[in-house]
């Protein structure tokens, strides 16, 4: 009938399932929550402000000095360098409207006197340590992080701007080539016909007078043909991080937004009753340490057949490891502790209390026990190294016990600044010279004398060393190397050494013998 009169009939709809209204008898259904937002986007910088003028040439500058300087050495370079560089961060802020604050150019000036170390010492180990121990203050300058996870972090924050900040300055520069108010080409072309300008009459007056000639040479970098590709990369290599600092001074990650919140507080048995066990083992084994000190040396040969200097070499290095791994121990209680009342608050001050100053005995017995084995055997690198690095974990213990009474808020500052100042101080004392001035006592005491070791020392040596009588001095210093370069790669202790060798040439004796065995007291 229907498709006699040409209507149609729909299509049935399809099956659609019901879903059921939730009543009292019915099932619930829930909505589920949203999923929660990437980790990094609340540390995520801001977009920074358009980089400025005076931002692109101190970049350029740092760069331009990186390129021309750093291929004769550091020395006075390394802080050269590093002027324009904070000079480049200053700007970048300014710009974007951040006021740098009290504490960060603390960090900041913290930072660049770090610098003074390879300024200071020629040994390449202590400076290498403050150039790596420059970047905590440094970067913490450019963030102003506060908590545990922004003073880790913050170092990392240099790394995550350095893709951004190469299109950053690009669009600077591309903005400032376009021509209007902000051109630079007037002042490139003005820089360009300068340099052409003294290049030109520089080599004039070099060739006419040959004091000046030698006064040039000693101010300007010698760049010959053959090492220009590679000046050029490093050039390219430096303007590129100096963006990177300038762009995280401008819009510097969040790392305080980062980081575990509190542990979940453990019951005062479950918490308490290992560390109250670990204190007694500390108390024992500082009893120990006591009644050993009090024997003595006899009592040690007699009852271990030991020499006080084995004995002591034997311990040190467990009793440093101790040490690490209380601080650890120490970092997982204040999390797990509970927080619920003040007799909580005194429990936990109370056990951790008692368990860092047990520490500071086990330190003060490690390093009482390297104190030993130096003096039987001097000093070396090594034996300083580990020794400076125990003894700055004593502070660390320090800093907690304050933090304990005073608040933990100042404490990882406290922290990376205890250690910016530890590796300064280590530079500036000249470890290689102490090395030497040891050896050269124990010498005088009769033991025997490593020439050997002591000429692979750096120039910091030479002062200590020029007191030897011949031939075990020119032995010594013939092998230490103090070569010819220009102030800005001169450090203080390679040129006091060149004027100790000027004022007593060496003597040409042959040295294998000297070099490759002990010396007895008495060869003079």
Not at 96 to 117: I, K
Request: hydrophobic letters at 55%; charged letters at 15%; one cysteine or more.
């Amino acid at each position: 009938m229907a498709g006699a009169t040409g209507a149609t009939t729909a299509d049935p709809a399809p099956d659609v399932p019901e879903v059921p209204e939730p009543d009292g008898d019915g099932p619930r259904y829930e909505r589920l929550p949203d999923p929660p937002p990437p980790l990094l986007d609340k540390v995520r910088a801001a977009p920074p402000a358009p980089v400025g003028t005076a931002t692109l040439v101190a970049a350029a500058v740092t760069g331009l000095l990186s390129g021309l300087l750093l291929g004769e050495g550091l020395a006075v370079n390394a802080l050269l360098i590093a002027l324009p560089l904070a000079a480049a961060a200053w700007f970048a802020a300014r710009r974007a409207g951040r006021r740098p604050r009290l504490s960060s150019l603390a960090w900041g000036a913290g930072g660049l006197a770090l610098l003074a170390v390879p300024v200071w010492s020629d040994a390449e180990w202590p400076t290498l340590l403050a150039l790596l121990a420059a970047v905590g203050p440094g970067a913490l300058a450019l963030h102003g992080c506060r908590s545990w996870a922004g003073v880790l972090l913050a170092p990392f924050g240099l790394v995550t701007s350095v893709r951004r900040a190469f299109g950053w300055g690009w669009r600077g520069v591309r903005e400032r080539a376009s021509g209007g108010d902000k051109d630079l080409a007037p002042l490139m072309r003005s820089v360009l016909v300068a340099v052409i300008l003294l290049l030109v009459f520089g080599g004039l007056f070099a060739t006419a007078d040959q004091a000046f000639a030698d006064l040039l040479g000693s101010l300007v970098p010698d760049v010959g043909a053959s090492g220009a590709p590679w000046r050029i990369a490093l050039a390219v290599l430096v303007t590129g991080g100096a963006l990177a600092v300038a762009h995280t001074a401008a819009a510097p990650t969040r790392w305080d937004g980062l980081g575990p919140g509190p542990g979940r507080a453990r019951g005062r048995v479950e918490w308490a009753l290992p560390l109250v066990l670990l204190d007694l083992l500390f108390a024992a084994f500082v009893a120990v340490q006591a009644a050993v000190l009090l024997r003595g040396d006899d009592a040690v040969r007699a009852d271990d057949g030991l020499t006080y200097a084995a004995y002591a070499r034997e311990g040190f290095w467990q009793l440093l490891f101790a040490t690490v791994l209380t601080l650890a121990v120490i970092t997982v209680a204040v999390r797990v502790a509970p927080r619920s009342g003040p007799r909580d608050t005194v429990l936990v001050r109370a056990v951790l209390g008692v368990l860092c100053l047990l520490t500071l005995v086990v330190v003060a017995s490690a390093v009482r026990r390297m104190d030993l084995y130096m003096g039987e055997y001097g000093l070396t690198r090594l034996r300083l190294s580990v020794v400076a690095m125990e003894l700055w974990l004593g502070v660390v213990v320090l800093l907690i016990l304050a933090a304990g009474v005073l608040g933990t808020r100042l404490l990882p500052r406290a922290v990376l600044a205890s250690g910016a100042v530890a590796v300064l101080a280590f530079g500036l004392a000249s470890p290689d010279k102490l090395i030497a001035e040891s050896n050269l006592a124990a010498h005088r005491d009769g033991r025997t004398l490593d020439l050997g070791y002591l000429s692979g020392l750096s120039a910091d040596a030479v002062p200590a060393l020029d007191r030897l009588d011949e031939p075990l001095r020119s032995c010594a210093l013939r092998a230490i190397d103090v070569p010819a370069a220009p102030w800005y790669a001169t450090s203080l202790s390679q040129a006091r050494a060149r004027e100790i060798l000027a004022a007593r040439p060496l003597q040409a004796r042959p040295c294998h013998d000297m070099l490759t065995g002990d010396i007895s007291p008495s060869v003079r």
